[in-house]
């Protein structure tokens, strides 16, 4: 059973992995799933996770000195990522173990890639594609259907597990 702490609201989730834990103010958006060892803590502001965004493996989600931690809907947060009291916009896709920090904003419909490092207040347009370290945009596309695929992708697990089948028909 995954520790869900007596401040967290779940607005329909499709699944949440048993050893997730959440703890402190966290809302689960309907559709949204919570995956393998992901950890949400919330001492002081707020963590809002959209409808139907996938929190994947080994994520950390925390808030910042300042500022609560908000994603979007239809969102992809890849394994090993840590967001910190930053905000994500709709239908975007965070890379493997990258990390963004407070104050930080990325706009809809874009990609982080894997390992880059947002640095505190920086803030990204829609449609960027944003990797390295310090992070900042090397490409400008629509990222948005690709997104949204991935993300219906995890739903579409989310539902199988949630039904207790940990693997998609080949």
Avoid at 13 to 34: C, D, N, R
Avoid at 72 to 83: F, K, M, W, Y
Avoid at 128 to 142: E, F, L, M, N, Q
Wanted: with cysteine.
């Amino acid at each position: 059973m995954p520790h869900i702490g007596p401040h967290v609201t779940l607005d329909n989730p499709a699944f949440i992995h048993e050893t997730a834990q959440l703890q402190g103010k966290v809302y689960v958006g309907p559709g949204a799933s919570i995956w393998t060892y992901a950890v949400t803590r919330s001492e002081l502001f707020h963590i809002h996770i959209g409808a139907r965004t996938n929190i994947q493996d080994f994520v950390m989600i925390h808030v910042g000195n300042d500022s609560p931690t908000i994603i979007g809907e239809d969102c992809s947060i890849t394994h090993h990522v840590t967001l910190h009291g930053c905000e994500i916009g709709d239908k975007c896709l965070i890379g493997i173990n990258a990390t963004i920090m407070d104050g930080a904003k990325i706009g809809e419909n874009s990609i982080v890639a894997g390992h880059a490092i947002v640095a505190e207040n920086s803030e990204f347009p829609p449609n960027s594609i944003i990797a390295g370290v310090p992070a900042k945009v090397i490409a400008t596309r629509d990222n948005g259907e690709a997104n949204l695929a991935n993300a219906q992708f995890y739903q579409a697990i989310a539902a199988r597990f949630a039904q207790g089948e940990e693997r998609l028909e080949e």
